[in-house]
C-alpha cells in the first residue's frame, strides 16, 4: 500500500506543487499559481479585496499548553496500550487539535492550539478501546475519537464543560481489512482506515465501495460513519450511513454489535443510533459495508442550464423516476462564472465563448456521471438526457465532466493559498425538499449576503446542488470574502448564526453531510425538538454515565 | 371511496365465495372447495393428517371478561374524546382482541377473548392523542395502538406485567391524507389510513407508494411504520421503513416529530427508533412517505430453477450488480410442488407437464416482476434475463407471473378453510446475508421437521425467498401439519422455539418482516444484545415512565 499523506497542522494536506516546506508539512503555493490573473480581478471587484500576504506564524511559534493528563491516568493508559501508544509530544499534540474548518485554521494559523488534547492514544482492538474508555471514565478523562481529522465542523473540539483533561483517541492502528465476503458484498474493516487504501483492497477482487467526499485522501471509514458523510457519487450509490450494513461501538458501559444484514424488523434501529452519534456515545471499532462490482462504464459529462430554476426542474424530474446520475452536481450562475474564471484552461475559454456565442450568458453547468454496467448505463442515460433536453438542458460534452473529476478533491487545498491572501473562505450545506428547495437557497443567500456587506466588503456566495434524491435535494454553499483581520472569527461566526437560522426557517436540515459538531450543536434542539434531544441524552447517559465521550459536539449544553 | 371490509373475529377476513354468515362475518368455504382433490390426497399422505370438520365454536359463545376499566378512567376519556369514541359493548371488544396468528386464532376459535381490550378508543387528532397518553399514564392503563389488526406476531397482545387494564386505541378516525407535495414526491397521511384506500387517492394524480404485504386489505400505514413492514414489491420500491420520510409520535411525554426529508446528517437517527418500536414507545399519529409515478409499464413472469441451489445463486448475481426485479419469489422444491397441486388449474397441469417433459421435475419456481419506464423495464429485463439464463433458469412465461399476481393475497383465506380441516398453518421468516442463507435455510427446515414429526405426524415445510437485497434476502417458511387438537399451542410452541433458536444460531435475523410482538421478544436480546436491550429500555423510560404502551411487546421483562 502506498504511504498515506498527512494533513498539515495549520492547512488542508501537502501541497503537490507546494513551494517552501517546513517540518509541519508544505506551504501553500501563491496566489498567483493558483488563481488566474481574470479571476483575481474578478474577485478584487466583487468582494473590495486587495490581495495581500497574510501567511500563519511558523509552526514552531504554535502556542500549546502543559499536558494536564495526571499521572494516574497516564500510568493506567501506559499499562494498558504500551508506552509507544500513549503519546505525549508536541508534534502528536499539534497534529490532533481540532479539524478543518475555517475557524480551525484561523487558530492554528494564528498560532493558537490551547485546544489540542493532552495527549493521543492508540488503541489497537475493539477490547483495547473498551477498556480505555473505561478506564477514563474512572480517572475522569475525556475521549476524542480522531480518525482522519477532517471535521469542518468543530467535531474534534474536545471542549468539557467540566474542563476535565482530554485524549485523542487516534484509530490508526485499526485500519484493516478484517473480513472480505465476497457472495454477500460486505467488506468489514478497522475504523482508522481510509478510503484510498480499502479501494486499493477492494480493487483486487474487482470491487469498490464508491464513497468519494472531498477528504477522500485523508477522512477515515469510522469518520465516514460517526458522522453520516456522503461522497460526490452518493446520489448512485447511496450515502455513507445507506452503505453500513453493522459496525462495533465500544462504550464506556460495553460493546454494542450493531446492524444485522440484509434487513431486519427486529425493533427500532440502534444501527442508526451509532450512525452520526460522532463519537459521543462511544467509538466506532469495526465498520461492515456494502461493497459492489467496480463500474466497467462510467460516462462524466458536462450540461448547461440557462437558468438555476430550469435546472432543478429538470432534475426534480429525473429524481421522481429514479433516473438520477450516479454523480449530479448543478452550479448556480455565481458559481459557474466564478469556476470557469478559476480554471483559466484553455478549455473553459472555449466553453465560456461557445456559450456565449448561444446567447445563454455562462448559465448553470450541471455535472453528471454515469457508473455501471454499460447496458444499464446507456439506458440510463438516454432516458435521462431525454429528460434533461425536454427541461431546455445543452449537452456540452465529455470535457466539462473529465475536468470536474480530474479537480474534484482541490478545493480545501486552493482554500490554503486563499488564506494566506487576506480571504474569508467556508462553506456550509443543507437538504431540503423539492418544494422548500428554491426558498433555502434565497434565503441562505441572502442571509450571508446581509451579514458580510460591511463598509466596502461585498461577499461573494457561490451555490451548487450536490446530491439529488427522490424527495430532494442538498445545496452546497461556498462563501468568499475580504477577511475582517481585526475580528475574522467574529466576522464569520455572525455570518453562519445568520445562514443556519434562514436555512432552518426555509425547511432545510442543520446539515446534510458535515454533521453537527460543536459549530451546530445549538441549533439541534431546533432540528429533533426537546424531547427528541432529551432521548438523545437518554440514550447518552445509559451508554456514558460519566460523559466523557467528546463532550462539546451534537447534544447542546 | 369504496366501503372497507372488516376482519372476521375468528378468521382472516370475509370470503368471497364463503358459505353460511353470521354476525362475526362469514365462514370460510370447505376444504374441497379449495384444495384440489390431488393436493388434499398429497397432503393427507405427506402429513399424515386425515381431513376432518373442526369448524370455530359459535361468535356467540365465546368467553369475554368484564371490562376493567375504573370508572374514573372512562369518565375521563369520554370526557376527552366524546361518549362515542369511548367503546366498551361486546363486538367493538372482540374486533380488537389480538391479531391473527396461529396462536391468536386457535384462540378465538375455541371461544377465549378472555384477553380482549377492556375498551376501545378512538381518538381524533394527535393532541388528543398525546392527551389520552397523558391521562392514561395519570390513571395506570395500558394503551395498545390498533391499526389494521393483522399482527401475526402477537403485536396485540396488551400483556401487562402488573395486570393493569388495557385500551386499544384504535386509529381509524385518522385515516385521511393531510398533504400531497407533488414535486417532492411526499404523502402525508393519518396513521389509520389502508393501502386501498391510499393508493386509491394517489392514483387519482398518476402516483403509487406501492407497499404491498399479504395483509394489504386490512393493514394501516401506522402499522406499517410501527412494525418495518415490506411488501411484495419491496426489492424493488423498498422496505416501508425506507419509504418513510417523516412521522409524528405522540407519547406519554410529550410529540415527537422526527425525520428531515430528504437526508441529514444532524446526528443519531431518531425517525429509526420509531419506526419498529411497535407501539412500544407511543402512537404513531402521522406517516409521511415517499410516493412515486404510477409504473407504465409492468412485466410479470415466471421461471424455473432444477435446484434450489441454482436458483439462489443467480439470484445472487443479479442482486449484486444492481440487477434484481421489483418483485422476486424463488419457491423450494417442496413450495412448488405444493403450488402446483394446490393451484389445480388447467395452466398448472400444462406447466407440470411442460416441465417433466424438460427433465426438470417441478424444480423451483421463480416469480419476477419487473415495473416502470418502458425503457427502463426493457434495460433491465434483458439484462437481467441474460443473468437469469447464465444461472441455469429457463423461462416460463408471463401466465405464471400473472397468475401469481392474481392469487397474491389470498393464503391467509385458505389458512381458515385449512384450520377448519384440522391442520396446523403458520409461517415464519428471517433474512441473512447471502453467504449465511444456505444455512439458515437447511437448520429451520430440519429444526420444524424434528419439532413437528410424532407419531405419524410429518410436516410439510414449503419456502421461499421473498425479498432481496444487495448483501442478502429473506426467506418465508410456511408449515402444515396434522394439528394436535389436545395441545395446539404446545404444538406449535415448541416448532416455533425450535426454528427460532435455529436461524438465529445459522445467522438469521429474528424477524425479517413481521415485527418481534409478544412471540419473538424472549430472543430479542440475542438478536441486538444485552446493552441493546438496555439502550431501548432507556428510550423507553424517558418517552413512557410509566410503561403504559403496549407492554408486553418487543422488550424482553
Not at 502556542?63 to 496500550?81: F, G, H, K, T, W
Not at 445563454?360 to 444499464?376: A, F, H, I
Not at 435535494?473 to 481585526?486: C, G, I, K, N, Q
Amino acid at each position: 500500500m502506498a504511504e498515506q499523506p498527512e494533513l498539515t497542522i495549520q492547512g488542508w494536506g501537502p501541497h503537490p506543487t507546494g513551494g517552501s516546506t517546513d517540518a509541519a508539512g508544505d506551504r501553500a503555493p501563491g496566489l498567483e499559481a493558483v488563481v488566474p490573473k481574470a479571476a483575481r480581478r474578478h474577485l478584487a471587484k466583487e468582494l473590495g479585496w486587495t490581495p495581500r500576504h497574510t501567511p500563519p506564524v511558523p509552526v514552531a511559534e504554535i502556542r500549546l499548553a502543559p499536558s494536564r493528563l495526571p499521572a494516574p491516568a497516564r500510568l493506567a493508559l501506559v499499562e494498558l496500550l504500551g508506552e509507544e501508544n500513549v503519546r505525549t509530544d508536541r508534534e502528536s499534540r499539534l497534529l490532533r487539535a481540532g479539524g478543518k474548518s475555517y475557524l480551525d485554521l484561523l487558530r492554528r494559523r494564528a498560532g493558537d492550539a490551547t485546544d489540542a488534547p493532552c495527549a493521543v492514544v492508540l488503541p489497537g482492538t475493539t477490547e483495547e478501546t473498551a477498556a480505555l474508555l473505561a478506564l477514563c471514565s474512572e480517572h475522569d478523562v475525556v475521549v476524542v475519537p480522531f480518525g482522519g481529522g477532517t471535521s469542518v465542523v468543530g467535531g474534534l473540539a474536545g471542549v468539557d464543560p467540566d474542563d476535565r483533561p482530554a485524549v485523542a483517541l487516534d484509530l490508526r492502528r485499526m485500519a484493516s481489512v478484517r473480513e472480505l465476503d465476497v457472495p454477500s458484498s460486505i467488506v468489514t474493516v478497522g475504523p482508522g482506515m481510509r478510503g484510498p487504501a480499502l479501494e486499493e483492497e477492494l480493487g483486487r477482487q474487482g470491487l469498490t465501495f464508491g464513497h468519494l467526499p472531498q477528504s477522500w485522501e485523508f477522512a477515515t471509514v469510522g469518520g465516514y460513519a460517526a458522522t453520516r458523510s456522503s461522497g460526490q457519487a452518493s446520489t448512485g450509490v447511496g450515502r455513507f450511513d445507506e452503505l453500513v450494513t453493522g459496525l462495533t461501538l465500544a462504550t464506556p458501559s460495553g460493546v454494542l454489535e450493531l446492524g444485522h444484514p440484509p434487513a431486519t424488523a427486529a425493533g427500532p434501529d440502534l444501527l442508526g443510533l451509532a450512525l452520526g452519534s460522532e463519537g459521543t456515545l462511544g467509538v466506532i471499532t469495526e465498520v461492515s459495508l456494502r461493497v459492489r462490482p467496480k463500474p466497467t462504464t462510467t460516462s462524466y459529462e458536462g450540461w448547461s442550464f440557462r437558468t438555476w430554476a430550469e435546472g432543478l426542474a429538470a432534475l426534480q424530474r429525473l429524481a421522481r423516476h429514479d433516473l438520477l446520475p450516479d454523480v449530479v452536481r448543478l452550479s448556480d450562475v455565481d458559481e459557474t462564472r466564478a469556476n470557469l474564471l478559476m480554471s483559466g484552461s484553455a478549455g473553459a475559454r472555449v466553453l465560456r465563448g461557445s456559450l456565449r456565442a448561444r446567447g445563454r450568458g455562462e448559465g448553470c453547468l450541471l455535472v453528471v456521471g454515469w457508473e455501471g454496467l454499460p447496458d444499464m448505463v446507456r439506458a440510463r442515460v438516454r432516458a435521462g438526457s431525454a429528460l434533461l433536453r425536454e427541461g431546455r438542458g445543452v449537452r456540452l460534452g465529455r470535457t466539462v465532466g473529465e475536468s470536474w473529476r480530474k479537480h474534484r478533491f482541490g478545493a480545501p487545498y486552493t482554500r490554503d493559498t486563499l488564506l494566506d491572501a487576506g480571504l474569508l473562505v467556508e462553506t456550509l450545506e443543507t437538504a431540503a425538499t423539492w418544494a422548500a428547495l428554491p426558498t433555502v437557497y434565497d434565503s441562505v443567500r441572502r442571509a450571508l449576503r446581509d451579514a458580510l456587506t460591511t463598509g466596502g466588503r461585498r461577499p461573494l456566495v457561490m451555490t451548487h446542488l450536490s446530491h439529488g434524491y427522490p424527495t430532494g435535494a442538498s445545496l452546497y454553499f461556498t462563501v468568499l470574502a475580504d477577511r475582517d483581520e481585526e475580528l475574522p472569527i467574529q466576522q464569520w461566526l455572525g455570518a453562519k448564526r445568520a445562514a443556519t437560522d434562514a436555512l432552518l426557517a426555509a425547511g432545510g436540515t442543520l446539515t446534510h453531510h458535515h454533521a453537527v459538531g460543536a459549530d451546530h450543536r445549538p441549533w439541534l434542539e431546533r432540528e429533533v425538538g426537546a424531547l427528541g434531544v432529551e432521548v438523545l441524552r437518554a440514550v447518552k447517559t445509559r451508554l456514558d454515565p460519566k460523559g466523557i465521550c467528546n463532550p462539546g459536539v451534537l447534544l447542546p449544553d
